[in-house]
């Protein structure tokens, strides 16, 4: 028999089966009377050609505040509060606010906004379980999977939203289906039963309390995590409803199943996860923070994920469910796109400026010659990374760069790491790269800001900690240590080098890359690294700088719209060194 047809996508280089598609669509295509057709990972207009066949490049067109964003076509009856502004997407108050900031710093203030429905890869939502009667008196559960209605504890459905990705939504189907038929029902708050320690009556398995999904776009397949109300060990009724729920979720009766067995692969999931999160008065976490709280039932370790970048041979980025992953990866290839392209300035004006600098001092010849990975071949930056995560923007930018030297609070993140810093190729490259499990602030105080001439930043919604804000305005001082926390050999011998320098021969940053997801908190930032208070007046700005305080210029804004219909903005900003 002849396999099906499969389809390439160019931007995201998904490989999807013809069935991924409806019958006009590949038939417009085979008999090209279409360019391209939409693709079902990334939802970009991209044009796919059958495997084999040769691709053809896309080019996106990014859309700016004065453009009209894209009409939400679909209809949902689900209830979804990040869709407030669905309809103006591009003229929300943070967006305004923004604007007016960028303006006082004598900046414009474009904006980029993606598709507006079929965005969401990462999907978080709650499921409860309410105590009704039914007409004879009897007790049953009603449950709802779905997010909470803002400012209580009531949970609204929200299975179809129209910002999830098809097939995030295709699975919360599957998953509603199986629960019912293994019998699984919420968790019920505030009854005595949050523990899940019931077993009989109206009350019995009542186990589950959010379900989490992410989508692996090369497989066009779903990680399902499942929160569990149970200690991982010591609960028979916990264990058997979760066997069985698992069991239905993989093999449901339209599959010619059989019954209890699990099979090899998943038509609709990547893999499924389970978190033990048993509930106290005093957690309210989503997922249980345990040594053991984490077990794979089903699938791959990770969802692996390529971004389109103009990177040549690009990172393999690798996702189990416990680190933070871009809910929009799409939106957010383009910010990873532009903080390349202000490297590539970077790069640029430094060896332009070397070319024409004839006097070099034979000190900095003889230090570049003792380096163990100086080259003459290759052109780049040193970088520091805070707030790295796994990796994903500084790994796709590694081939701009010398030296890569990542840090993050996460624990988990130095596997996902190295996991794709491995994949990377060529050899030479990869190893400019190393990683540090340490959080921020201890990063940055310990004098790891030093020796680098770009600083890459990319915190919380909070901002970044008070230590980073001082190391940037202060880090001229020649007491400073540098404080390096690489992985493999050579960057432990490259920090042994770097630590008997004199303090005279070491680079301080000139660039500041700073890609924001919090906008109050970044205002608050960018007005002590400037020494301008918004409006534009210069003085303090609420720190204890010094006369010894070197500041920052703020020499460009722009902003992505990664979550259409919210009030949220994320900000890349550029700041150079005065």
């Not at 909470?148 to 609204?156: A, L, M, R």
């Not at 692996?304 to 189990?320: G, I």
């Not at 990975?373 to 923007?393: F, H, N, P, Q």
């Not at 690489?486 to 320098?501: I, L, P, V, W």
């Amino acid at each position: 028999t002849m396999s099906e047809p499969r389809y390439s996508c160019s931007s995201c280089a998904a490989s999807l089966p013809a069935g991924s598609f409806s019958k006009s669509q590949v038939n417009k295509l085979e008999h090209k009377k279409v360019q391209s057709i939409k693709c079902m990972v990334c939802t970009e207009r991209a044009v796919v050609a059958q495997d084999g066949a040769p691709k053809v490049k896309v080019e996106k067109q990014p859309v700016v505040l004065e453009s009209k964003p894209d009409k939400v076509k679909a209809k949902s009856s689900s209830y979804d509060p990040s869709l407030l502004y669905i309809k103006s997407p591009d003229k929300t108050p943070i967006i305004a606010d923004a604007v007016e900031f960028a303006k006082s710093f004598g900046l414009g203030y474009n904006v980029k906004i993606g598709p507006t429905s079929g965005w969401r890869t990462v999907v978080k939502l709650a499921v409860r379980g309410v105590v009704r009667q039914n007409k004879n008196g009897d007790d049953y559960i009603s449950t709802t999977m779905g997010l909470f209605k803002p400012g209580s504890h009531n949970v609204v459905s929200c299975t179809d939203s129209p910002a999830h990705h098809i097939t995030i939504n295709k699975a919360l189907v599957r998953i509603e289906q199986a629960r019912r038929r293994a019998g699984v029902e919420g968790y019920i708050e505030g009854t005595g039963y949050e523990a899940g320690a019931n077993s009989e009556g109206a009350h019995k398995n009542c186990f589950l309390k959010y379900v989490l999904l992410t989508l692996a776009r090369q497989s066009n397949k779903v990680q399902l995590s499942l929160v569990w109300n149970t200690e991982p060990t010591g609960h028979a009724a916990g264990a058997a409803a979760l066997t069985k729920l698992v069991s239905e979720l993989l093999s449901p009766p339209s599959s010619g199943r059989n019954a209890g067995s699990l099979p090899e692969t998943s038509d609709l999931f990547h893999s499924v996860w389970v978190n033990y999160n048993p509930s106290s008065r005093y957690n309210n976490a989503i997922t249980g923070r345990g040594d053991d709280a984490w077990k794979l039932f089903f699938g791959e370790r990770y969802a692996r994920e390529v971004v389109a970048t103009p990177m040549e041979n690009p990172p393999q980025l690798m996702f189990p469910p416990f680190v933070f992953r871009q809910a929009n990866i799409c939106a957010f290839t383009n910010i990873i796109c532009n903080v390349r392209h202000w490297i590539q300035d970077m790069v640029d004006q430094k060896y332009t400026n070397a070319s024409s600098n004839t006097q070099e001092s034979s000190k900095k010849r003889k230090l570049a010659q003792s380096s163990a990975e100086s080259s003459a071949d290759v052109r780049g930056v040193k970088c520091v990374e805070l707030y790295a995560g796994v990796g994903t923007i500084g790994l796709n930018c590694l081939d701009l760069l010398t030296e890569l030297n990542c840090s993050d609070e996460n624990p988990h993140n130095l596997a996902c790491f190295e996991a794709a810093r491995l994949s990377m190729q060529p050899e030479s490259v990869r190893n400019r790269a190393a990683y540090r499990s340490e959080p921020a602030g201890a990063v940055a105080s310990s004098g790891g800001l030093r020796g680098y001439e770009l600083i890459l930043v990319d915190p919380p919604r909070k901002g970044l900690d008070e230590e980073v804000l001082q190391a940037m305005l202060h880090y001229d001082s020649p007491t400073a240590v540098i404080s390096n926390g690489h992985t493999d050999g050579k960057s432990k011998k490259r920090a042994a080098q770097s630590e008997s320098t004199s303090a005279e021969n070491l680079v301080n940053a000139k660039r500041l890359i700073y890609v924001s997801c919090g906008f109050p908190a970044f205002k608050r930032d960018a007005a002590r690294l400037t020494g301008i208070s918004p409006g534009g007046s210069s003085g303090p700005t609420g720190s204890n700088d010094k006369e010894s305080v070197r500041h920052w210029k703020l020499v460009h804004m722009e902003g992505h719209v990664l979550f259409p219909g919210s009030d949220h903005i994320e900000t890349l900003a550029i700041f150079d060194r005065l």
